[in-house]
């Protein structure tokens, strides 16, 4: 009675990977590395010391680039996946780069402009925060003193009040 994985317990879990868990490529690391011919690496150290790290070259021409991602998945399965971009002009000239998301989720191919592509743990390929359903973690923190004093009985203001005091 009472041990773990009895009662409700599950309620006070988050239920969705969180985009901090997972591996981030940003756009905006990689901005100044897209010049077709380009290759190179990233290493990533989480919290843990583990490190990852990823490769990619550029191809293409001037109107239109593919980055290739490579890396090891797991030990075991050197994967190798194709991201196209896309830029979008900016307000003072110059192009602002995008990651086409290469998912496919659903049978149905993304295509989707993303300035970051993640890799939650588990997941295999690089993909959008959509197609990998991720969120952030402070959406997950926020109103949870509301969301616990409305299962306790009480009025959300009441809950509203005790969040204002303990800040």
Known sequence: ???????????????????????????????????????????????????????????????????????????????????????TPTQFGGPRWWFICPLIVGGRVCERRAGKLHLPPGAKYFGCRKCHDLTYRSSQEAHQTERLFGRLGFATDVAKMWDRMHK
């Open 1 to 87: 009675m009472g041990g773990l994985g009895s009662g409700t317990w599950y309620r006070w879990q988050s239920k969705k990977t969180t985009v901090e868990e997972s591996l981030t490529l940003g756009m905006k690391d990689l901005r100044w590395r897209l010049h077709v011919g380009t290759s190179g690496s990233l290493t990533w150290t989480r919290g843990n010391g583990h490190k990852s790290s990823i490769g990619y070259y550029v191809t293409g021409n001037d109107d239109r680039r593919t980055m290739t991602l490579h890396y090891r998945w797991a030990d075991k399965e050197d994967i190798s996946i194709p991201v196209r971009l896309t830029t």
